[in-house]
């Protein structure tokens, strides 16, 4: 199959690393990916360095900065564009599938329909708010898409208030974890103190992320133990940059600066983890299927991440992870509370993460899957 590829952004943060992983299967079993971006960016360069061909069209992703008359009258003008270019690849290229990665693509739609291809959305969003919004990408995802790949239950059960269950197959994420070294030269690097507990965050800057609840929660934490370090990986989309200002004001304020270490963006997500003794993921609402929990868990990291969205299926509670409450830093604090003093509890944890992200979340599976329902859909 000659299949069309659409993603919403050129970062490498996780819906970029499963686009890139999917074109790679895609190439290995003998279809030709052709992927469609809005910029050129990390993953541009790692399509490159695959020899995966892809082109640069603004699109009209969908974002909340766009939630005003002139923001519509852009997108629209944008995507009306963007519709035009691609039905010409579409039949250029002879074009089998479209497939459009993320909710925030919605011209994919209309151009399948333009050009009578079946279409595949892969949905790694949880839409709540605002209901209008919600409701109206998950509309225009029901009349546009032959199926819908979500990547949690928690997802499926987001889409399926609009779209019907049958047309809804949950996919979980699969990685190559054979990337993800056991070294510690980062802790060396960063003259990490031997005798501090190291705990990190590793996420995009945006405020449902849980940037804010994270400085609340070493706060909370510091009260029990002192010899704590925290690490905050992740940088921001373009015109968010005031959020780091915003972070770096709190943590000035409660006076955590000597205990606090803020990396921005880095792409050694491998080194950064396994200079942990605890990984924390304390996103404000519900994170869909947060590949970077994987990563943690494949590194045998003690994850802990708060009781909602696809957490909830990665890992158990004080089995392979630990839940915690939704901004509650004191009540969470107490959860954390045993894991700061015994390192075997932690180690033990980790080794039960990482027995299950082999286990539930492989490579091996996630593939099989994919290529299943890619050509399922092709051929219905």
Request: charge should be positive; charged fraction near 20%.
């Amino acid at each position: 199959m000659r299949i069309l590829l659409l993603h919403s952004s050129s970062d490498m943060y996780g819906s970029s690393k499963i686009l890139l992983i999917t074109v790679k299967i895609l190439k290995k079993c003998g279809h030709v990916p052709l992927v469609v971006l809005s910029e050129e960016g990390l993953l541009s360069q790692m399509l490159k360095k695959e020899h995966i061909e892809f082109r640069l069209i603004k699109l009209g992703i969908i974002r909340r900065k766009y939630f005003n008359f002139k923001g519509f009258i852009n997108r629209l003008w944008t995507i009306w564009l963007a519709k035009n270019q691609l039905i010409r690849i579409c039949n250029q290229e002879k074009i089998d599938l479209l497939y459009s990665n993320t909710a925030a693509v919605i011209v994919g739609g209309w151009v399948a329909k333009k050009c009578h291809l079946k279409h595949i959305y892969h949905v790694h969003e949880i839409i709540q708010s605002p209901s209008w919004f919600a409701f109206f990408i998950h509309k225009m995802i029901a009349r546009n898409a032959n199926h819908v790949i979500a990547v949690s239950r928690a997802v499926k059960n987001n889409l399926s208030t609009v779209i019907p269950e049958n047309k809804i197959s949950v996919i979980y994420n699969g990685l190559d974890y054979s990337f993800l070294s056991s070294n510690q030269i980062l802790a060396k690097k960063l003259s990490l103190n031997p005798n501090h507990l190291i705990i990190g965050m590793i996420a995009r800057v945006h405020p449902w992320k849980g940037q804010s609840y994270f400085i609340d929660l070493a706060a909370a934490l510091l009260q029990k133990k002192q010899n704590i370090t925290f690490i905050m990986v992740g940088d921001a989309y373009p015109g968010n940059e005031y959020l780091y200002d915003e972070l770096d004001t709190k943590i000035d304020l409660l006076g955590l600066k000597r205990h606090f270490i803020n990396l921005g963006y880095r792409e050694d997500i491998s080194a950064i983890l396994n200079a942990l003794d605890l990984f924390v993921l304390p996103s404000t609402a519900p994170d869909p299927f947060p590949t970077v929990i994987l990563e943690a868990m494949a590194c045998k990291k003690a994850v802990i991440a708060t009781a909602q969205g696809g957490a909830l299926e990665m890992i158990e509670h004080q089995v392979s992870g630990i839940h915690i409450p939704l901004n509650n830093a004191q009540k969470a604090s107490e959860i954390i509370s045993p894991y700061l003093y015994d390192e075997k509890l932690r180690k033990n944890m980790g080794q039960v993460a990482q027995k299950k992200v082999n286990a539930f979340f492989s490579m091996t599976s996630f593939e099989k899957k994919m290529l299943n329902l890619l050509t399922a859909v092709y051929e219905h």
